[in-house]
């Protein structure tokens, strides 16, 4: 496969992640309100999950698994649907508007909730698809 067809495999990619984003964002401003992102939040703790799952089955029982596919799932769907820079704006408005308490409470919630999620599916990865020795 070219070069040319890997770019697209992870900008279509890109695009299934930004629009599933958009729909977690949207949802989110119905169901809690605009005075905190808790879209993003979700989108990025679930994204680090699923990131961690997805590199313990690349390791363990991927290796029929293209490199093609992998980019098409990691750097474009996963790429497109977690926002750090989404997270980062948000954290810049929040305390632009001084809700500094708000502010530190999701720095910190969105940092130690995504490792706990890569971590956590890193660890379910490996329970469900490592080989048993």
């Known amino acids: 496969m070219s070069s040319l067809w890997i770019y697209i ?4 990619g890109g ?8 729909g977690v964002n949207r949802a989110s401003f119905v169901l809690i309100g ?29 290796e029929q698994t293209s490199q093609h596919l992998r980019l098409f799932m990691t750097t ?19 305390w632009e ?14 940092f130690i909730l995504s490792l706990m999620g890569v971590f956590l599916g890193l660890f379910f990865g490996r329970a469900l698809l490592a080989p048993v020795v």
């Open 34 to 62: 605009p005075n905190f992102p808790a879209g993003t939040l979700f989108v990025n703790v679930i994204g680090c999950a699923v990131m961690g799952l997805l590199t313990s089955y690349f390791a363990f029982r991927g």
């Open 15 to 22: 695009g299934f992640g930004a629009a599933a984003r958009h």
């Open 97 to 110: 508007r001084g809700d500094v308490l708000l502010t530190a409470f999701y720095v910190m919630s969105t």
């Open 76 to 94: 474009g769907i996963l790429g497109g649907f977690t926002t750090f820079s989404a997270f980062s704006i948000d954290t810049a408005l929040m």
């Open 9 to 12: 495999l992870v900008f279509v």
